[in-house]
């Protein structure tokens, strides 16, 4: 079992900041990538950006520039910065995490709870 506790979420102004955290607990031998998705209102849950375990990164489009994954490895805990906030960052934003139980084990993939975050109109 791999539990995920989101954190960061919140109300904000446009152009402000916001930091969510992701943290992995459980039975977890590897983790080879964590990511964020948000899914808005209407539409269909999209990928924000990944971070993978050699340290490579993907981001939409949208959010380049603007928002930065990042990894403690050894917290197995995902961070997301997102700066320059717009209305359109409005979105439930999911935390996604994958990787092996064991040595021996086929992947998994995990998601968390979900975390609001709203940017005030």
């Known amino acids: 079992q791999v539990q995920l506790v989101e954190s960061g979420g919140g109300l904000v102004q446009s152009g402000g900041s916001l930091r969510l955290s992701c943290a992995a607990s459980g039975s977890i031998f590897s983790i080879h990538v964590m990511g964020w998705y948000r899914q808005a209102p209407g539409n269909q849950r999209e990928l924000v950006a990944d971070?993978?375990?050699?340290?490579?990164?993907n981001y939409a489009d949208s959010v380049k520039g603007r928002f930065t994954i990042s990894r403690d490895t050894a917290k197995d805990t995902v961070y997301l910065q997102m700066n320059s906030l717009k209305p359109e960052d409005t979105a439930v934003y999911y935390c996604?995490?994958?990787?092996?139980?064991?040595?021996?084990?086929?992947?998994?993939?995990?998601w968390g709870q979900g975390t609001q975050v709203t940017l005030a109109s």
């Open positions: 996604s995490v994958g990787g092996r139980y064991s040595r021996d084990s086929g992947f998994f993939t995990c």
């Open positions: 971070i993978r375990s050699g340290g490579s990164s």
